[in-house]
């Protein structure tokens, strides 16, 4: 058997190739829409993908599998659980089989076992491998998705959250109760081999090592330690990150099937001019992507910048509408990463690409960032309005007195007053920045921002 897996550091997700070395056939489980790299590394080892499978209907990213079948003429295995609210409608045409609890098909002599674990989302399933091929006659691992992660579980109220489905919390944390206790009777040395790792949104505690065992979560998962069902249901629903804004417009994506890529080159921009008639074009919204300590001080009118790194894609999906036209900024050696970590999460509408010399000449804004101590004085000022942008865990465990918490991931629509300078904080200046191009880009004119965040203030004034 061969085994290799795929992390897009962006989202923090994980992708498994598994092939049969003796038959050449192979299986791509929960496929990113960029999946390019993935059919080089069988093409490398003598294998055909020949198939793919999502262990649920991905609310944080494009999944690939509609566009292998089209593109590549694999077979897809989709869940079939849930209602009718949780089926896939884009299988006209392709080949697909349905899967439900105790389904099983094969890949070459490479066994999979399917397992309805619901409880992330209603649909949601997990796979036992076998290898048959090596000589076993029992599972060595399973595919946990979105259900068990290294250290966590997967998050139930995503739904209620990001998409307004109402009561699913309460009913999904209950299901992932049932599917734990489950799921704490296979054996201890079965591999886990999850969806996500830490950084992602799907959970709250996710740990950084890329797989488990079975047995090392039921000793040190905080999910699988707890034996009432009541408690249980309020740890899980305690303390969850925000939901990402951009989860309901990813469900309906690969619900109803994402739209094929095609190769086909996004325009560049070549001149100043362009840039400036097509940023003032209706429905066009300019995203700045070089980093915040060269961007500050040359900000394009209206632009906001995200800095390309690894949050990127994140707060893309929290900040960039759907019914938005791109105009990218960004370095050229850089544009195509940039439009593929985009079209990850579905923002296909990338019109054109400018390179940042393009802004010489061009009417451009900035904003301040100031030391801890100068944001300090600022403060005392009864014309400055402190603004707070982290989650509210970070909020939970300490803040400034003087603080307003506005969610860095809501600023675009959060109601501000216009007549204040804005001091804006996060935990470490990154997300400070980023929202101090949001407050430009509407208008307001007096935005200042702390270098090194809150960590900075408690380091400089704990010692005093």
Not at 225 to 236: A, N, R, V, W
Not at 392 to 397: I, K, Y
Request: some cysteine; charged content about 25%.
């Amino acid at each position: 058997m061969f085994f290799k897996s795929f992390t897009d550091e962006n989202l923090a997700q994980n992708a498994y190739l598994i092939g049969c070395q003796r038959t050449g056939e192979s299986i791509i489980i929960d496929a990113p829409r960029e999946f390019d790299h993935i059919l080089r590394a069988a093409e490398k080892e003598g294998l055909r993908v020949t198939a793919a499978a999502d262990t649920h209907i991905h609310a944080d990213y494009v999944s690939g599998a509609r566009q292998l079948a089209v593109q590549h003429g694999v077979k897809l295995y989709l869940s079939d659980e849930g209602d009718e609210n949780w089926k896939y409608t884009y299988t006209d045409g392709i080949a697909v089989e349905f899967v439900t609890e105790g389904s099983k098909f094969s890949i070459g002599n490479i066994d999979f076992e399917v397992w309805h674990t619901p409880g992330h989302t209603p649909e949601s399933i997990s796979f036992l491998l076998t290898d048959r091929g090596g000589g076993a006659t029992d599972p060595m691992g399973i595919f946990t998705g979105d259900f068990v992660f290294v250290g966590d579980v997967g998050r139930p109220d995503l739904l209620e959250k990001a998409a307004g489905i109402g009561g699913t919390a309460d009913s999904g944390a209950r299901d992932m109760y049932k599917s734990v206790q489950r799921f704490k009777e296979l054996p201890d040395h079965l591999v886990v081999w999850p969806g996500h790792g830490a950084g992602s949104a799907c959970g709250k505690s996710l740990g950084a090592v890329p797989i488990s065992t079975v047995g090392y979560e039921k000793k040190f998962n905080w999910a699988l330690q707890i034996t009432d069902e009541e408690t249980f249901i309020t740890e899980l629903l305690k303390d969850q990150p925000e939901a990402p804004v951009y989860f309901a417009e990813m469900k309906k994506q690969n619900k109803v099937g994402p739209a094929i890529l095609r190769d086909e080159k996004v325009r560049v921009l070549t001149s100043s001019e362009e840039l400036a008639k097509m940023a003032a074009e209706d429905g066009v919204f300019v995203l700045d992507t070089r980093p915040a300590t060269i961007a500050d001080k040359g900000l394009l009118k209206g632009s906001i910048n995200i800095p390309f790194n690894k949050s990127f894609a994140n707060w893309a999906g929290w900040l960039v509408r759907y019914d938005e036209k791109l105009v990218v900024i960004a370095e050229e050696n850089e544009q195509e990463d940039v439009q593929k970590a985009l079209q990850s999460i579905g923002f296909d509408a990338i019109i054109a690409f400018a390179d940042p010399a393009l802004l010489k000449g061009l009417e451009t804004e900035s904003y301040d960032t100031l030391s801890v101590q100068n944001f300090v004085e600022e403060m005392k000022d009864e014309d400055a309005f402190v603004i707070d942008v982290r989650n509210d865990g970070e909020w939970n465990d300490g803040h400034l007195e003087e603080a307003h918490h506005n969610f860095l991931g809501k600023l675009r629509t959060t109601e501000l007053p216009e007549d204040k300078t804005l001091l804006v904080h996060c935990q470490s200046g990154a997300r400070s920045a980023i929202a101090s191009s949001v407050l430009k880009a509407r208008g307001f004119n007096n935005v200042k921002h702390m270098a090194g965040g809150y960590s900075a203030y408690t380091a400089t004034y704990s010692k005093k």
